[in-house]
């Protein structure tokens, strides 16, 4: 019979996604054995006190808050990072490779702004990295990257990378309810934060977006060249227009590459309701990646949370069964980035309802190179005001940019409402 194989971890952290992984490992085991060949045993717990583990049934021997304990120990094959925030988990992470351990983590932040400089750090000792968890919970949208598409060519990615914001969302349309309303109810069930800032403004997203760019284009994307909008100025009546021509608003991380130029955004956009992405709802995440031969594909799952969240930590692990390398680690280009998003829009806006006003606004996007796809006027509060609401064509930020100066100094203008990427 074949040695069963012995993977020895070292757990740093044990929240709620280090108790889904403690659990996981326990009741797969037979399954981890019968697969793999191999046992998964953690053998350290480096957390705060080690009155946490006895809490949740572990040996209190496993306990450590000692790194240097951890690096020296000759035992511990693997380095499990689940600890959150760039410090001190970078400097963590950076003696357990330097010690030639191998890591894998969940952290998003971590990797996406100084994923380069560890991955070059494992490389140098022999060590592998990875973090198939820090992207879209237990969606494999890395592994996906990494490991298909080898004979074609990746277009673009976009998706929902974030379950707060979706739930929210998906309350309003579902509900009519306010974006406040919203964010109390998603704080109530403990999907938003407290302090919700990273995910209501897309910066969550961004994180993920910047990782999987790098996979799929092969290019070293940076987090500072994504534009980020978040969803805190989505109104019902954006919402309930948007059903009438058709969409659903999501906000999707995107990014797209061509003639090697890449764009990257996060930002509210009204989704056709023929795509896949329009129907994702509720805390769920999913990503479309587009081929050139392929076409759209899309992955569809739970992006966070204690058991999604293992399991892709778990993947992760059972690499290290199969002494597999890290077939991503490959050296990125420098990325040429687009200075302008291509995209088509939503507007509405509030305005003098007088002859000739309509032909004004419809010659400042004529000067700007800006085709109108369709216009709706719409009652508003006031009798004298209408609400305007223009779909353009195809156009470019640095047009919309340059017309919506233009436009906010109408004097029949009376203020520009809305302004959301309509998927074309
Ligand atoms: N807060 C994130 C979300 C999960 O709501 O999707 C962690 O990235």
Redesign the pocket.
């Known amino acids: 019979m074949a040695k069963i194989k012995q993977l020895n971890v070292a757990l740093l952290g044990l929240g709620t996604v280090g108790k889904g992984l403690v659990s996981l490992l326990k009741e797969n085991e037979a399954e981890i054995l019968n697969k793999h060949g191999a046992k998964v045993n953690i053998v350290k717990i480096f957390e705060r006190n080690a009155d946490k583990l006895e809490k949740f049934g572990l040996d209190r021997n496993l306990f450590t808050d000692s790194m240097e304990d951890i690096c020296g120990d000759k035992n511990v094959d693997i380095v499990v990072e689940l600890l959150g925030r760039i410090h001190p988990s970078k400097e963590y992470i950076e003696s357990a490779l330097r010690a030639g351990k191998n890591v894998v983590t969940a952290n998003?932040d971590l990797i996406c702004m100084h994923g380069g400089e560890l991955l070059k750090t494992a490389k140098q000792n022999g060590a592998v990295l990875l973090y198939e968890a820090s992207c879209l919970?237990a969606v494999p949208v890395i592994n996906t990257l990494k490991n298909n598409f080898l004979g074609d060519e990746i277009k673009s990615i976009k998706g929902i990378?974030?379950?707060?914001?979706?739930?929210i969302l998906t309350k309003m349309t579902q509900e009519g309810l306010s974006y406040e309303e919203c964010l109390k109810e998603a704080q109530a069930l403990g999907?938003?934060?407290s302090d919700p800032t990273?995910?209501v403004e897309g910066i969550?997203?961004a994180?993920?977006l910047c990782i999987l760019s790098r996979f799929a284009f092969g290019l070293d994307a940076k987090f500072e060249d994504i534009s980020k909008k978040g969803i805190t100025q989505i109104t019902p009546q954006d919402i309930q227009i948007a059903a009438r021509l058709g969409y659903t608003i999501k906000l999707l991380a995107i990014a797209k590459c061509g003639d090697g130029k890449l764009e990257m955004r996060v930002n509210p956009v009204f989704v056709s309701n023929n795509h896949q992405l329009s129907k994702i709802n509720g805390?769920f995440?999913a990503c479309t990646i587009e081929g050139n031969y392929s076409d759209e594909i899309t992955l569809i799952g739970r992006?966070?949370g204690s058991h999604p969240t293992a399991s892709a930590v778990a993947n992760d692990i059972m690499n290290f069964a199969h002494k597999m390398g890290d077939v991503g680690q490959r050296s990125l280009k420098k990325a040429k980035m687009e200075k302008d998003g291509h995209m088509k829009y939503y507007l509405r806006m509030s305005v003098t309802d007088r002859a000739g006003i309509l032909s004004g606004i419809a010659k400042i996007f004529g000067d700007n190179k800006i085709s109108i796809e369709s216009v709706i006027q719409d009652k508003n509060d006031n009798p004298d005001i209408k609400s305007l609401i223009i779909v353009t064509h195809m156009t470019t930020s640095g047009s919309m940019a340059k017309a919506l100066e233009k436009i906010s100094r109408a004097p029949s203008v009376q203020s520009v409402d809305s302004v959301i990427e309509v998927m074309g």
Do not use: I, P, S, V
């Not at 990378?161 to 739930?167: C, L, Q, S, V």
């Open positions: 998003k919970g990378f974030n379950g707060t914001t979706n739930y999907y938003a934060e990273n995910d969550d997203a994180y993920k805390a995440n992006g966070a």
